[in-house]
């Protein structure tokens, strides 16, 4: 219940993001982290979750999930600026395969016929949601700018990144979770730093509701956080993984009714199938759980 909450919670995230549509990515990936700040120190106190780690490996787990983190959602904020909201995040959930994969090479841990039918599957789902000229001529993403392309590549590469930020926070044993989501809200405020001194700062359209935005933006985020690393805590990344896929669906919908009001069928075929591969993941860790049982 925590995990498909957090994909709700995500959802909207994403929703106002895409609506925000003066502001650039990193200054709404800092809107997100602002709220992390002011919402997340308060928590540890209460729940007595230190603001150092406990020792040196710790550390630099709960600081590369923060910089794993804030990288995929960066390169997701940047991605809903060019392409369609539900295409952005079908991408980025294609994480469970990348975790197998990065798994298989660097754990070693064992390689199935689960793994070899997800990364199938999740690879047709990103091409119906990519839709190559090469492959479907008569396509209308045939004429898609440099940026497009950059934005459907940003979101693969984003969902590489959480799933090494995925990989950290399974490997933290005695770090608070929301000594987690205040590490994490430390690193992106940093990066949005470094992107504004390079691209410069901008403040909202007059006549624009996108300073709201922002603000739910840092809201639902942070709570959605929360969800999740409480999830991870409580159940295997694979559960949890599978709940926080219904952020897929939810985006549909929500586009569907706020953005665009109309959704490519290649579009929500692509995602069923990417949504498919997180299910056989799931399957074949569960499989796995009763065998050792």
Not at 190 to 209: V, Y
Request: aromatic letters at 16%; hydrophobic letters at 55%; a positive charge.
């Amino acid at each position: 219940m925590l995990s498909i909450g957090a994909g709700f919670l995500m959802a909207c995230t994403s929703l106002v993001v895409k609506m925000a549509s003066s502001l650039p990515f990193y200054e709404m990936l800092m809107a997100r982290c602002v709220g992390t700040l002011l919402f997340g120190p308060p928590l540890m106190i209460f729940y007595s979750h230190p603001f150092i780690p406990p020792n040196l490996k710790e550390f630099f787990l709960v600081f590369g999930r923060g910089l794993f983190g804030c990288i995929a959602i960066g390169a997701l904020f940047f991605a809903f600026g060019h392409i369609p909201l539900g295409d952005a995040t079908a991408l980025v959930f294609t994480s469970p395969v990348w975790t197998a994969i990065l798994g298989y090479f660097l754990l070693k841990e064992g390689w199935s016929i689960y793994d070899s039918f997800a990364v199938v599957l999740s690879l047709v789902g990103v091409i119906f949601i990519t839709r190559p000229s090469f492959i479907f001529h008569k396509d209308e993403k045939k004429g898609l700018d440099s940026l497009s392309w950059l934005a459907y590549i940003a979101s693969i590469g984003g969902s590489i990144a959480l799933a090494l930020s995925y990989v950290c926070v399974r490997k933290v044993k005695k770090t608070g979770a929301f000594t987690l989501v205040f590490y994490y809200g430390v690193t992106g405020i940093f990066l949005g730093i470094g992107f504004g001194a390079a691209q410069g700062f901008k403040l909202p359209d007059c006549g624009t509701f996108d300073n709201i935005y922002a603000i739910l933006c840092a809201f639902f985020s942070f709570c959605g956080q929360v969800c999740v690393i409480t999830a991870l805590k409580l159940e295997k990344a694979a559960i949890v993984a599978l709940g926080r896929a219904t952020d897929i669906a939810f985006v549909f919908i929500l586009q569907a009714i706020f953005v665009e009001g109309s959704v490519s069928v290649l579009s929500i075929v692509g995602a069923i199938m990417i949504l498919s591969c997180n299910i056989s993941i799931f399957f074949k860790k569960w499989f796995a759980s009763k065998n050792k049982n």
